[in-house]
């Protein structure tokens, strides 16, 4: 400091400050310069690109011997199976590839020595097999008991199905059938349903020729109650032929002899019981007439055939009284 207390002047010459100028500049210059990323010339990079192929190659040598092997047959594989697949061969490959496993497994003690089926009625023990996919090739150690559970429970006569595999060589099956119920036609078309309206049979044989018959489009579905509510009364039920249910909504009954019953939407039961009294009673169904109606709450309307009809008209033609000569 100078003797007024002011920070003394520096004392450098002014070509001292330049070169310190100078010094300061140059290694910002080189600083810039480091942190810059550099690129390499033309000429490097042109070598770079013609070094690669024989970089690659080097490292294709330095592959285990055996890599090009593992390779080569993982190629045929592939276009092994892309010939498979594209040619359609698919299920035919699975089914031999499925059929060696199995031989294998079968000769290691795995063989399906014995079957047991509980349930079955309608069924053979040959049929439920068949659905269930098991056959003499089927080996215990490789069949999938989920999935014949499954092809069981989706044939139409089995409800369900439980399958059990006992090591070395059992196979237990168990299954719930659906009891044949009535027959149902619709369009012209019979076929065997169950008591909850599944199609067992898209014909009919001899043993179901006694089933009741149901008919119209729904009448599969509310069969079960229908016909349980029907068997209350036996008087109606021994003679009638066919149940039709009409529109979705009601049913009307076709009797042994032909008669027409048409029931109400609601309140059926009543309805039955009022009908099976008029038979008891008046011997209503041996009358000659075509058709009964009670749809009507408060009466009960019956239509009399042809012949019906002509012969009481003529009898109430012999019952009028005759006019006297000079009556207005």
């Known amino acids: 400091m100078d003797g007024g207390g002011r920070l003394a002047r520096s004392q450098r010459s002014p070509r001292q400050r330049s070169d310190l100028m100078d010094a300061v500049i ?4 080189a600083l810039r310069a480091r942190l810059r990323p550099r690129s390499p010339p033309a000429k490097s990079r042109g070598r ?18 055996r890599a090009g092997l593992a390779a080569t047959l993982l190629l045929l594989a592939a276009s092994t199976g892309l010939g498979i697949v594209k040619g359609g061969h698919l299920e035919k ?22 079957v047991a089926i509980n349930g079955r009625k309608q069924l053979t023990q040959d049929e439920v097999l068949a659905v269930g996919g098991v056959n003499g090739h089927s080996s215990l150690l490789f069949l999938d008991a989920a999935s014949v ?30 009891k044949a119920f009535a ?8 076929s065997v349903i169950s008591d909850d309206g599944a199609v067992l049979e898209a014909y009919v044989s001899k043993p179901f020729l006694t089933l009741p018959l149901v008919v119209g489009k729904g009448a599969e579905t509310h069969a079960r109650d229908f016909l349980a509510l029907l ?28 008669i027409d019953i048409r029931l109400p939407e609601n309140d ?40 019906a009809a002509r012969a009481r008209e003529d009898a109430l033609k012999k019952k009028e009284p005759k006019k006297k000569v000079g009556d207005a």
């Open 149 to 178: 559970r499954e092809r069981l429970r989706a044939s139409p006569w089995i409800a369900d199905a439980t399958v059990l595999k006992l090591y070395p060589g059992h196979l237990r099956i168990d299954i719930v059938e659906r």
């Open 93 to 114: 490959f699975l089914a031999t590839v499925s059929d060696t496993r199995n031989a294998l497994a079968n000769s290691a003690g795995f063989r399906i020595t014995s």
């Open 231 to 258: 068997s209350r009364y036996p008087q109606v039920s021994s003679v009638t032929k066919a149940a039709i249910f009409v529109g979705e909504r009601r049913w009307n009954l076709r009797l042994s002899d032909g």
């Open 268 to 307: 059926v039961g009543h309805a039955l019981a009022t009908l099976s009294a008029l038979d008891r009673e008046d011997h209503l169904f041996a009358k000659d007439i075509v058709a009964v109606d009670l749809r009507l709450p408060d009466r009960l309307v019956v239509q009399l055939s042809d012949d």
């Open 48 to 65: 770079a690109r013609d070094e690669q192929p024989g970089r690659l190659i080097a490292l294709v040598e330095r592959l285990p011997r």
């Open 26 to 29: 140059g290694a910002a210059v």
């Open 183 to 190: 027959l149902w036609q619709r369009d012209g078309h019979l």
